[in-house]
């Protein structure tokens, strides 16, 4: 089974604070992904990576910045938190292959709660 | 630019109803289509997808969809719907490009 992983279910920070999320995978997959997922507005692409130090704007990265060092792991760093970032957000992988083998597979996602 | 459509935000059904979500893209290319489902605590995770042939698709758990390509539609279907299928159902579409748009997302409620 692929896994994706997140390193906290839960956050909480303040205002301005410096915010690392990490996510790893075990599948050995090329794509990755930081969405936030809000009621009402489904999921929203923040970044997605192709390959290690790559890196693609999706719909809503302002506020956000992300590093991928390595394969199997991809960071999502909110440069300075603010409320209006409280949120789910999830990341996923999926393979490079499309077609039948296109899929993303998401973690359990991180609540961060900003104050 | 691409967008997708979900009909119904909330539904409540009893037990042993028939269910179907309707959604509907924006997109003028070769599209793959998805639902994916999140069940109450637990990961999304993928129902079913198109990609070619055949435009009725079979998933998990008894689901269905059909693409129907001259209405740029992709609605899930469930014959008789059990308490377990309480979760929130994504539409998802993926054109030309690495990003794929996904619908606001509609939450089921089945009623025991």
């Known amino acids: 089974d692929v896994k994706v992983t997140q390193s906290s279910r839960y956050l909480v920070k303040r205002t301005g604070e410096k915010v690392f999320l990490e996510c790893v995978q075990d599948?050995?997959?090329?794509?990755m992904f930081w969405y936030r997922q809000d009621p009402g507005l489904g999921l929203r692409l923040i970044y997605f990576?192709?390959?290690?130090?790559?890196?693609e704007k999706g719909d809503i990265p302002e506020g956000y910045s992300v590093s991928r060092e390595k394969k199997e792991r991809f960071s999502l760093i909110l440069e300075s938190a603010s409320t209006n970032q409280t949120s789910m957000y999830l990341c996923?992988?999926?393979?490079?292959?499309?077609?039948?083998?296109?899929?993303?597979?998401f973690g359990p996602g991180t609540r961060l709660t900003v104050t | 630019a691409q967008s997708v459509s979900q009909h119904n935000h909330h539904v409540i059904l009893s037990e042993a109803a028939s269910l179907e979500l309707g959604c509907n893209y924006s997109?003028?290319?070769?599209?793959?289509l998805f639902w994916y489902v999140q069940y109450p605590g637990q990961h999304l995770q993928l129902l079913l997808k198109?990609?070619?042939?055949?435009?009725l698709v079979k998933g998990i758990k008894g689901f269905e969809a059909e693409f129907i390509k001259s209405k740029f539609s992709f609605n899930l279907r469930k014959p008789s719907v059990q308490w377990s299928d309480t979760a929130e159902y994504f539409c998802?579409?993926?054109?030309?490009?690495?990003?794929?748009?996904f619908g606001a997302g509609t939450r089921l409620f089945v009623k025991a």
């Open positions: 996923a992988s999926s393979p490079i292959l499309a077609g039948e083998y296109d899929e993303q597979y």
């Open positions: 998802a579409v993926k054109g030309g490009g690495f990003k794929t748009i």
């Open positions: 599948m050995d997959h090329e794509n």
């Open positions: 997109y003028g290319g070769t599209v793959n």
């Open positions: 198109y990609f070619s042939g055949d435009p």
């Open positions: 990576s192709y390959d290690v130090k790559m890196k």
